[in-house]
């Protein structure tokens, strides 16, 4: 069975800041990659996704992941934060025909 | 034009009542799924149903119980209903059982008092 860690629980990062979420995750065997957002109140969306190809994936709103097998990660990267990306941020991974299994979550909050 | 909608948005009971959370998706996908976020944000699956037939079913307490009467919809009925129930209970969807994207819904929030 797969699994998923998120250690950050909480990132405050100062607005137009970079940012990095980290994401490990341990699979025996291939698994695709997830990160899905949640802004306050609402239901999740996909950011981006990693499958197979290559392991830098560009997501949406300025959001890119980097896929590292060798360290089994996922960090999700952004090099200028806005306001509007205040949300919790949770990564996912699955394999073909299984369920989603998610991480804790990081609840990242932008200071003005 | 919401892609995976809920009804209703907020549900406050008291315990020991029964309660449904409908959901519908006009995706036209074929594989519905509930999922339970409680309060520390920890999402975790429930149910998932591929074109109306129940593929998983996690350790789940048969008081919760999915109905899905046809491919757009996946509704949840809750027995009996226990102050652990509290949660947002979010219903999700994907074009098939082995697609590897889930579509979201926008949560139900469920308070037992």
């Known amino acids: 069975a797969q699994s998923v860690t998120q250690l950050d629980s909480q990132v405050p990062v100062f607005e137009e800041a970079p940012v990095e979420l980290r994401c490990n995750y341990s699979?025996?065997?291939?698994?695709?990659l997830f990160w899905y957002v949640q802004y306050p109140n609402q239901g999740l969306q996909l950011l981006l996704k990693?499958?197979?190809?290559?392991?830098l994936v560009k997501g949406i709103n300025g959001f890119e992941a980097e896929f590292n097998k060798s360290q089994t990660s996922f960090h999700l990267r952004k090099p200028s934060v806005h306001i509007s990306d205040t949300a919790e941020y949770f990564c996912?991974?699955?394999?073909?025909?299984?369920?989603?299994?998610f991480g804790t979550g990081t609840r990242l909050t932008i200071i003005p | 034009d919401t892609a995976v909608s809920q009804t209703p948005k907020y549900l406050v009971t008291q315990m020991g009542n029964d309660k449904s959370i409908k959901c519908e998706q006009n995706?036209?996908?074929?594989?519905m799924y509930w999922y339970k976020q409680d309060s520390k944000k920890f999402l975790k699956i429930m149910f998932s149903?591929?074109?109306?037939?129940?593929?998983i079913n996690e350790t789940v307490p048969n008081r919760f119980s999915p109905k899905s009467p046809d491919k757009a919809h996946l509704n949840l009925h809750i027995n009996s209903l226990e102050l652990g129930d509290s949660a947002v209970y979010f219903c999700?969807?994907?074009?098939?059982?082995?697609?590897?994207?889930?579509?979201f819904g926008p949560g139900t929030r469920l308070l037992v008092l």
């Open positions: 999700a969807s994907s074009p098939s059982y082995s697609a590897e994207t889930q579509y």
């Open positions: 996912a991974v699955s394999r073909s025909q299984e369920k989603l299994t």
């Open positions: 699979s025996s065997v291939s698994v695709y």
């Open positions: 149903y591929n074109n109306k037939e129940l593929i």
């Open positions: 990693y499958l197979s190809g290559s392991t």
């Open positions: 995706l036209g996908h074929d594989t």
